[in-house]
């Protein structure tokens, strides 16, 4: 088909789309899931068909920051990127991480992530500064220090 100005349109016949989302605590992953698929078919222009494909959903987490690990974790941390480290409590619809931390008897899960404003974890254009890098290497050397001594004396046999 052409226009008035001679520039050629095109018609795309099919399109995809790979969307997230990320739930907290008091959201239901089924219902969010169904919330969506039923906004992007109402959104959807007149002759359009909308097909979705693939969804799934997983229960949030939530853990007790209280527990000596986490403290270790904040020293280490501000050790590290020397300034007091911050829990944002990002992460929590990562799904496998509540039953792995349950079957291991409630072993608190600690997750630590570098989340600059430019690293766009899990997206196809993730990035992660080379500072950044540095002082997370450096954090995870004092933890192993930081846990060491949260957990107490132990005694090393050869």
Known sequence: ????????????????????????????????????EAALRRAAPWGVEVSVAGLTAGAPWITDTSHPAFQAAFR????????????????????????FARELG??????????DPYTNAHSENESLHLGDLDRATRSAIHLYEELAL??????VTR
Do not use: N
Not at 83 to 99: D, K, L
Not at 106 to 115: C, D, F, S, T
């Open 106 to 115: 409630g072993a608190p899960a600690l997750l630590i992530g570098v989340e």
């Open 76 to 99: 280490a941390l501000a050790k590290g990127y020397g300034r007091e480290a911050v829990a944002i409590g990002c992460g929590g619809s990562i799904g496998f991480v509540e039953p």
């Open 1 to 36: 088909m052409d226009t008035a100005i001679g520039e050629r349109v095109v018609e795309v016949d099919e399109g995809r789309a790979r969307i997230g989302v990320r739930i907290v605590a008091d959201m239901d992953p089924a219902d969010v899931r169904e919330r969506l």
């Open 150 to 155: 949260a957990t107490g004396p132990r005694r």
